[in-house]
C-alpha cells in the first residue's frame, strides 16, 4: 500500500521560507514521478512543482526561481523548499505520486504566509 505523508507546513512572514517534505512507503520515489500540488480557498488544484524519474524538474511560472524540488532516494522523501514566499502562496500543499500502477495523493499541509 502506498502512502504518502507531508509535513513541515506552517506560518510565515511574507519573504520568509518553509521546507515541505513528503515520507514515501509502498514504493520507491525514484522510479515515480513526484508533484506537488497547492490548492487555495475558492481556486483549484494546480502543479506547483514536478520531479520525473530521471530527476528532471518543472515549475509553475508563479514560483520559478523561489522554490526547489528534490528527493532523497535514501531517505525516499521528497521535499519542496519555498523562499522568498508571498501571500498569494497561501494553500493546502500536497505532494502525489504517479506510478506504474497507479497514484497516490497524500493528506495536505497548509502554509499560510501572512504578517
Known amino acids: 500500500q502506498v502512502q504518502l505523508v507531508e509535513s513541515g507546513g506552517g506560518l510565515v512572514q511574507p519573504g520568509g521560507s518553509l521546507r515541505l517534505s513528503c515520507a514515501a512507503s509502498?514504493?520507491?520515489?525514484?522510479?515515480?514521478?513526484m508533484g506537488w500540488y497547492r490548492q487555495a480557498p475558492g481556486k483549484q488544484r494546480e502543479l506547483v512543482a514536478e520531479?520525473?524519474?530521471?530527476?528532471?524538474?518543472q515549475y509553475a511560472d508563479s514560483v520559478k526561481g523561489r522554490f526547489t524540488i528534490s528527493r532523497d532516494n535514501a531517505k525516499n522523501t521528497g521535499y519542496l523548499q519555498m523562499n522568498s514566499l508571498k501571500p498569494e502562496d497561501t494553500a493546502i500543499y500536497y505532494c502525489?505520486?504517479?506510478?506504474?500502477?497507479?497514484?497516490?495523493w497524500g493528506q495536505g499541509t497548509q502554509v499560510t504566509v501572512s504578517s
Open positions: 509502498g514504493i520507491i520515489l525514484r522510479t515515480s514521478i
Open positions: 502525489s505520486v504517479t506510478y506504474r500502477l497507479g497514484s497516490q
Open positions: 520531479i520525473s524519474i530521471g530527476g528532471s524538474t
